[in-house]
C-alpha cells in the first residue's frame, strides 16, 4: 500500500514538474504579450479618465449655463413685475387724476349754473 502512495505522490510531483515547465510565464512571448496588455490597459484607463473628465467639465459647464439662465429669467420676471407695479401705479394716478378733473368739471358746472341763476 505505501508502494502506491509513493508512486502516487511521485506521479503527482512529475505532473507538477511538467506543468511548472510548459508554464506560460516562462515563455519569452508571453512576457512580451503581458506588458502589450498592460499598456493596453493603462492607455485604456488613461482614455476612460480623459473621457470621464470631459463629461464631468460638460456637466459642469452646461449647469453653470443653467444656473445662469435661471438667474436671468428671475431678473426678467423681477423685472416685469416691477413693470407691472408701476404700470399699476401710474393707471391709479390717472384714474385720481381723472377723478379730479371730472369733479373740477362738475363744480364749475354747478357754478355756471348758480351763477346764471342770480
Do not use: C, G, T, V
Amino acid at each position: 500500500m505505501a508502494d502506491r502512495l509513493s508512486s502516487a505522490a511521485k506521479a503527482k510531483q512529475e505532473l507538477l514538474e511538467r506543468a511548472r515547465a510548459k508554464s506560460p510565464s516562462n515563455d519569452p512571448e508571453f512576457l512580451a504579450r503581458k506588458a502589450a496588455r498592460d499598456e493596453a490597459d493603462r492607455a485604456r484607463d488613461a482614455r476612460q479618465a480623459e473621457k470621464r473628465a470631459a463629461k464631468e467639465a460638460e456637466a459642469a459647464r452646461l449647469a453653470e449655463e443653467k444656473a445662469r439662465e435661471e438667474a436671468a429669467r428671475i431678473e426678467a420676471e423681477k423685472a416685469d413685475a416691477e413693470a407691472q407695479r408701476l404700470a399699476k401705479i401710474a393707471a391709479a394716478e390717472h384714474a385720481a387724476q381723472l377723478e379730479i378733473d371730472q369733479k373740477a368739471k362738475r363744480d364749475a358746472k354747478y357754478a355756471a349754473r348758480k351763477a346764471r341763476q342770480r
